[in-house]
């Protein structure tokens, strides 16, 4: 959610690089997500169902996070903690998906709970397209893309590996 978020240089430099045959879509809308209540399963808020909508479309997603404390930050969470209790069809489960720890340092704290998370909603975790690939700040330019073309090709990969195209 932040401004010059890595990960969201990341995620944004891979849409942007993806083959013709591949639609990538970059969701922006975790910062109008509600806090996480069940009770509102029945009448869903509009956020909400459009988190849904975009991951029934969606044949695979890509997650790239930060750590915060040593965990997940919050707001990840309670965008995953909507995801749980969708039975619709098309929902994250059994949904191939993969991640990214752009991180110099790591996100092991942050990247042991996803997998919890994701394995709890019975989503299929598609380990080639599970990848390490540290990105500094300064790796990303003024148009908040990432520059460096070794980087790029690396980002490029894990897209193919969660897609199925590589």
Same mark, same amino acid.
């Given at each position: ?7 969201? /240089? ?6 942007? *690089?993806?083959?013709? %045959? ?8 975790? =910062? ?8 509102? %399963?029945?009448?869903?808020? %509009? ?9 029934? $479309?969606? *044949? /695979? ?6 750590? @915060? ?5 919050? $707001?990840?969470?309670?965008?995953? +903690? ?5 039975? &619709?069809? =098309? $929902?994250? @489960? &059994? ?10 340092? =790591? ?5 042991? %709970?996803?997998?919890?998370?994701? &394995? ?7 380990? +080639?397209?599970? /990848?390490?690939?540290?990105? $500094?700040? *300064?790796?990303?330019?003024? =148009?908040?893309?990432?520059? +460096? ?18």
């Amino acid at each position: 959610m932040r401004a010059r978020s890595t990960n969201a /240089a990341a995620l944004r430099t891979i849409q942007v *690089d993806a083959p013709p %045959e591949i639609a990538c879509r970059f969701y922006e809308g975790m =910062g109008d997500l509600p806090h996480f209540n069940p009770d509102l %399963e029945d009448h869903l808020p %509009e956020s909400v169902q459009k988190l849904r909508s975009e991951i029934h $479309s969606s *044949d /695979a997603i890509l997650l790239s996070t930060p750590e @915060y404390a040593g965990a997940l930050p919050g $707001s990840l969470k309670n965008l995953l +903690d909507w995801t749980i209790g969708d039975a &619709e069809p =098309g $929902s994250i @489960y &059994e949904k191939p998906i993969g991640w990214l720890n752009v991180s110099p340092r =790591g996100a092991r704290g942050a990247l042991a %709970e996803l997998r919890t998370v994701l &394995e709890y909603a019975h989503a299929r975790i598609i380990h +080639d397209a599970v /990848a390490d690939v540290p990105i $500094s700040l *300064d790796a990303v330019g003024a =148009g908040g893309l990432i520059r +460096d073309p070794a980087i790029r090709g690396q980002l490029a990969l894990v897209l193919r590996n969660v897609v199925g195209t590589s």
